[in-house]
């Protein structure tokens, strides 16, 4: 290296420099900043993990006093009891809101399903005027007990609008207890 002239000298320092940045840059910084990215996300991912899962805390509060005013008004483990219990909602409903009611037909529904929920159908149809077949959907979406409205078909019953008929399939359900079933069938 004695040989060197001054500028051979700066450039072969600024050479072994950047040779050593790049290679700094290829084992030390580079790793450095991929795993700060990575911690990063994986951040990101738990704080949206627990926003979810308050969420989630403040949503069982309110759906558990819904299920509970539900199994106190209206879940059953028995289909028969339940199917009185909104037989007589129907009931009570359409003559409240002044609908006239042809038919109510529960349908048990058989599935092969392992859960401890099944579900009851009703095909209900009647008649009345625009406010009350409104007031009656109305009653049916905010009932006490579970209910819910899964096809539904409207006309007009005159040709001046003023009667409405409806027809639609309501579900509920009930608490399957295997056990009963099992006593009932011996």
């Known amino acids: 290296m004695t040989g060197l002239s001054r ?10 420099f950047a040779i050593a940045l790049l290679i700094s840059d290829k084992y030390i910084l580079s790793p450095l900043m991929a795993k700060r990215s990575e911690v990063k996300d994986h ?3 738990l704080a949206a993990d627990v926003e979810k ?4 805390m403040k949503r069982r509060k309110l ?14 483990n028995d289909p028969a009891v339940t199917e009185g219990i909104v037989l007589r909602y129907l009931e009570d409903v359409s003559y409240k809101n002044y609908l006239t ?17 099944r579900e ?13 077949v409104t007031m009656f959907l109305w009653d049916i979406e905010n009932a006490p007990i579970p209910l819910k409205i ?6 007009a019953s005159d040709e001046s609008g003023s009667q409405m008929t409806i027809q639609m399939r309501v ?16």
Not at 53 to 56: A, D, N, T
């Open 7 to 16: 500028r051979e000298k700066i450039i072969l320092i600024l050479a072994a």
């Open 43 to 45: 951040k990101d991912k």
């Open 53 to 56: 899962g308050l969420s989630v």
């Open 63 to 76: 759906l558990s006093e819904r299920w509970r005013k539900m199994t106190d008004s209206g879940l059953s």
């Open 101 to 117: 009611l042809a038919s109510m037909q529960p349908e048990r529904i058989e599935r092969d399903t392992d859960g401890s929920v």
């Open 120 to 132: 009851i159908e009703f095909l209900v149809s009647g008649k009345g005027n625009m406010k009350s």
């Open 150 to 155: 899964k096809t539904m078909q409207m006309g």
């Open 171 to 186: 579900s509920s359900i009930y608490v399957y207890d295997q056990k009963n079933e099992m006593v009932n069938n011996e």
